[in-house]
């Protein structure tokens, strides 16, 4: 991924744009193409019928080189994701307890794996406090790659000062970002 000035950072991937500087978005409306229609229609049917998740689709779309990334519209890549379905039945399992509590203060494991990962770059070994416990759900970096993700893991919004995320954040001192990571990229802040 390249940073801002063009230098590159082989812990990012090339898609995980958040916290980079990227120009104005469009935020403009527009008609769909029948052929846009057809590929969300048939992604969501795959979701639907339990043949491939949001999580298998998303890896699926990372792991597409920096090239085609890039060349390919929206939807293209959601056909290339698309493309790669299973079926594999996901059996009971209970929940990871839950480690921390509203108040509690978190760090965010400063790690670089390969592979589909739910939590941001720009996040990694920052500090921030627990804002609450949002619930139990299958691992979404295990789902990406047709397994079950349990046990389900303890999923918390974390808050974050935006001066501690961006060491050049010219805003309000009190400004905030809150996120949403899951318990096994948190650990008890020193």
């Known amino acids: 991924m390249r ?3 063009g230098s590159f950072d082989p812990r990012r991937s090339h898609h995980d744009m958040g916290g980079l500087p ?8 527009h008609e769909y193409a029948l052929w846009e229609k057809r590929v969300d229609a048939i992604l969501s049917l795959l979701f ?3 043949l491939m ?30 493309a790669r ?12 307890e839950a480690r921390f509590r509203a108040g509690d203060r978190v760090s965010v494991r400063e790690a670089y794996p390969l592979g589909h990962v739910r939590t941001p770059f720009y996040a990694r070994g920052k500090s921030g406090v627990v804002e609450r416990l949002c619930g139990f ?13 349990l046990p389900k893991q303890p999923l918390y919004r974390v808050r974050f000062r935006e001066a501690d995320l961006w060491p050049d954040f010219a805003g309000e001192a009190r400004d905030t970002v809150d996120i949403e990571i899951y318990q096994h990229w948190l650990e008890a802040a020193q």
């Open 3 to 5: 940073e801002a000035g």
């Open 137 to 149: 759900y299958p691992n979404p970096e295990e789902r990406a790659y047709a397994r079950s993700g």
């Open 48 to 50: 639907k019928k339990g």
């Open 22 to 29: 990227a120009g104005p978005v469009e935020a403009s409306e």
């Open 85 to 96: 379905t299973r079926a594999e039945p996901m059996p009971a399992s209970d929940a990871v």
């Open 53 to 82: 998740t949001v999580d298998e689709m998303r890896r699926n779309i990372e792991s597409l080189g920096a090239d085609a990334y890039d060349r390919m519209s929206y939807y293209g890549r959601w056909i290339e994701a698309g």
